[in-house]
């Protein structure tokens, strides 16, 4: 048996619009259901999504243990890379029943407590609360979490190797294994005396939202029931975890489908952000797209930014000139066919550089060219960022 304590949420995405009611634990459950073991489930809903919820148990064999709360929080993106939204205000912490079993997912929550005490735990954070703090108790316990909760929870500078700060968690939280993931660079997996790191793998599109439940709950599957090496378990949930991105389907196959790794960059890409920058809207998304490339550790040059309006035209040409020469990548919106986007295509793709395209509401036969000359398109800003920075 695998016991999974989690968040059970509405999460809506505006762009591309999406409304589902899943959650940290709901999700990892629904991945992990018909793997020829039992899976219990423990979490917080709302009285009016209690019948989805639990018809979605029901569905996919999950045993369900439901505290119910006076509204189910709902997390909202304005796309899937932005920074989510909860409402309503939290202003009371449940506590959930103490959960005492051989196998254990822990998910941090932000409406509620919860305690466990197993054999072997798999926590993941989320709540940015370390597990000494929950109280929960673990003969073996593995931690599975991003790079900013794994700074912060260690109290490490940002320069500091995360090497250094897997290290620290271990000793502090008194685990066996720490595995940080690293965004679009993979993951590192930290045990005593040793170090791994894990690739991503490339697929067609990306699906974010989520993708961090299924490799905690890949990982758990593997590690905990199948009693797999922490490197190989966490080789097998980045597997999964390309599969949940690219097709959003769950469960998970008993068996992951063959993605091709990628090489984990060791240095930190230059990235060239084209794209009009006219009206409030535009610059909305270069502003959009710059931050997220940044929070995948990629240095970005943005004419809007890096230069601006002012100037000759001659002043200005040369210094995006210079920038293109000297970058690794493009990512360029070509929403509305800006004539001096074009252009930058044309002059990268003539030096030799990768070109992803972001193309939201453009006719196919204006991208002809585009499709011809081997740039990358896709009609959504996650995929975009992501294939700019593999």
């Given at each position: 048996m695998l016991s999974i304590v989690g968040g059970t949420y509405l999460e809506e995405c505006q762009e591309p619009l999406s409304i589902e009611l899943y959650g940290s634990g709901l999700r990892a459950a629904a991945a992990l259901a018909d793997k020829g073991f039992e899976v219990s489930f423990k979490s917080c809903v709302g009285d009016t999504e209690l019948d989805a919820a639990t018809l979605t148990c029901k569905t996919l064999s999950i045993n369900p243990?439901?505290?119910?709360?006076?509204?189910?929080?709902?997390?909202?993106?304005?796309?899937?890379?932005?920074?989510p939204v909860a409402y309503p205000e939290i202003n009371f912490i449940y506590q959930l029943s103490d959960t005492v079993a051989d196998n254990i997912l822990l998910f941090g929550q932000i409406e509620a407590k919860a305690k466990v005490s197993g054999t072997y735990?798999?926590?993941?954070?989320?709540?940015?609360?370390?597990?000494?703090?929950?109280?929960?108790?673990?003969?073996?316990?593995?931690?599975?979490?991003?790079?900013?909760?794994?700074?912060?929870?260690?109290?490490l500078p940002e320069e500091t190797a995360l090497t250094e700060v897997g290290r620290s968690l271990l000793k502090n939280e008194q685990a066996e294994v720490v595995i940080i993931?690293?965004?679009?660079?993979?993951?590192?997996?930290?045990?005593?005396?040793?170090?791994?790191?894990?690739?991503?793998?490339?697929?067609?599109t990306v699906w974010p939202i989520g993708s961090g439940d299924i490799f905690s709950a890949a990982f758990a599957w593997k590690w905990m029931i199948e009693k797999l090496p922490a490197a190989d378990a966490a080789l097998f949930a980045s597997q999964y975890t390309a599969y949940y991105c690219e097709t959003r389907v769950l469960p998970l196959p008993r068996e992951a489908k063959s993605y091709r790794p990628l090489t984990i960059n060791?240095?930190?890409?230059?990235?060239?952000?084209?794209?009009?920058?006219?009206?409030?809207?535009?610059?909305?998304?270069i502003e959009e797209l710059r931050n997220a490339l940044i929070d995948f550790n990629n240095l970005v040059f943005s004419p809007f930014h890096d230069v601006g309006v002012n100037g000759t035209s001659e002043e200005i040409v040369k210094q995006d000139l210079q920038a293109i020469q000297n970058c690794d990548a493009m990512l360029a919106i070509i929403t509305g066919s800006d004539v001096g986007t074009l252009f930058e295509i044309g002059y990268a793709k003539a030096l030799?550089?990768?070109?992803?395209?972001?193309?939201?509401?453009?006719?196919?036969?204006?991208?002809?060219?585009?499709i011809g000359s081997n740039c990358t398109i896709t009609t959504d800003i996650s995929t975009a960022v992501y294939k700019t920075s593999w």
């Open positions: 243990s439901f505290k119910i709360v006076p509204e189910t929080i709902t997390f909202f993106y304005n796309h899937p890379l932005s920074p735990v798999v926590y993941d954070p989320q709540n940015w609360i370390s597990f000494k703090e929950t109280g929960s108790t673990a003969e073996h316990l593995a931690l599975v979490l991003n790079k900013k909760e794994a700074y912060l929870l260690s109290g993931k690293n965004g679009s660079q993979g993951a590192l997996v930290i045990e005593q005396g040793s170090s791994y790191e894990i690739p991503v793998f490339n697929t067609m060791k240095r930190r890409s230059k990235i060239y952000l084209a794209g009009p920058f006219f009206t409030i809207a535009e610059r909305w998304l030799g550089k990768k070109v992803v395209v972001l193309a939201e509401n453009v006719r196919e036969n204006d991208l002809t060219m585009l």
